[in-house]
């Protein structure tokens, strides 16, 4: 089963959060993904959250497992959870909760 790619892009200047299927969203130039200016991208990982949420690099999940705090990075070898120490979490996608992400919400990693 192959994941849909597609990412979302939050805007430095304005602290403003844009999926390319909003209405105030952008699109993709010629069908090529170019770096926007004073932008960050964030790729979607292809999986959900316990709610059904979709999960993007930078959110900020929240697992059933003792309360867990983490953030969604992506490394070479695809995505993985992070926590404010540095540790990595082995939890399941499946029982994690997105609570926000670290633009919006950067005092979620800090609870």
């Known amino acids: 089963m192959s994941r849909r790619i597609k990412f979302r892009a939050w805007a430095v200047a304005s602290r403003k ?6 209405s105030d969203g952008w699109e993709l130039e010629k069908g ?8 960050i991208l964030e790729q979607f990982t292809g999986l959900c959250d316990k709610n059904g949420k979709e999960i993007y690099e930078g959110d900020v999940l929240l697992t059933d497992e003792l309360g867990w705090i983490g953030q969604c990075i992506y490394n070479y070898d695809g995505f993985m ?16 909760e997105v609570i926000g992400n670290i633009h919006e919400n950067p005092e979620a990693l800090n609870d």
């Open 32 to 39: 090529k993904l170019e770096e926007l200016p004073n932008t």
């Open 17 to 22: 959060m844009f999926y390319p299927d909003s």
């Open 81 to 96: 959870l992070i926590d404010k120490r540095g540790g990595f979490s082995r939890s399941s996608w499946k029982n994690c």
